[in-house]
């Protein structure tokens, strides 16, 4: 259902308010140079320093940009299973495509109550379900044998893996059905993830080089794996450049250095990146030719 590179889209501010016009030529400079899905709201979006409307204010805003021309995969994800359901039934309601659910965070729920949680919106929603398993953040980590099971729920028919563990791709593929699509979390494993199984990303690295992200998601997708690894080479210091502070503080940086239009404001706790990371994001927007 989905492949290629999919940015986990930032979310621009401006005096501390949603910036939608920048939002608006975000999206569209991302599909005109090659990206072939959205996400707004992730973790990169910030979500969880949104309010209930704006939060339905920038899916919204992504969808109407968007304008049919790629899917649209909305942050619905929380630690209550009722705002979550909340979440998807508005951006059922706003056309997207598809929900990115994120394992419930500090509750710390046990692998039947993970079950438990994605079955239930399931069962109040039909938009299909995009399982993002990152357990760096949320500290509960949705197992392969879980995943698998949850593989099994019509509506689930997507992953992104950001727990770093490449063998569970192959765990993964042979579980959950070949149909069952894998997406990588983490950048810098994109190019494993594909080898063993993956069709694409859901990217940070991809907000600031979407033409060498979709490059590089094409490379993959031929087989062209020699293209690929230079691909890999050539953006390998830029995905490890956005995380040389707390994300998405380097992104939104590194977007303030390719578009004059964009400006690096970050939400508390977040903080600006620092002097270290805004170096290492200079050099890396460089050397990959990106400025």
Known sequence: MFSGSIPALVTPFRDGAFDAPAFARLVDWQIKEGTSGLVPCGTTGESPTLGFDEHYQV?????????????????CGSNDTATAIRHMRHAQAAGATAALIVAPYYNRPSQAGMIAHFQALADASDLPIVVYNVPGRTVADISAETLCK??????????????????????????????????????????????????????????????????????????????ALALHDKLFDLHQAMFSDTSPGPVKYALSRVHDWFSPEVRLPIIPANETSRAAVDAALSAAGVI
């Open 59 to 75: 899916i919204d805003s992504c969808i109407q940009a968007a304008a049919g021309r790629v899917p649209v995969i909305a942050g």
């Open 150 to 227: 949850l593989a099994e729920i019509p509506s689930v028919v997507a992953i992104k893996d950001a727990s770093g563990d490449l063998a569970r791709v192959t765990v993964q593929r042979a579980g959950a059905g070949k149909g069952f699509c894998q997406l990588s979390g983490n950048d810098d494993l994109w190019l494993p993830h594909a080898v063993m199984g993956g069709v694409g990303c859901i990217s940070v690295t991809a907000n600031v080089a979407p033409r060498l992200c979709a490059d590089f998601a094409a490379a993959c997708a031929a087989g062209d794996w020699a293209r």
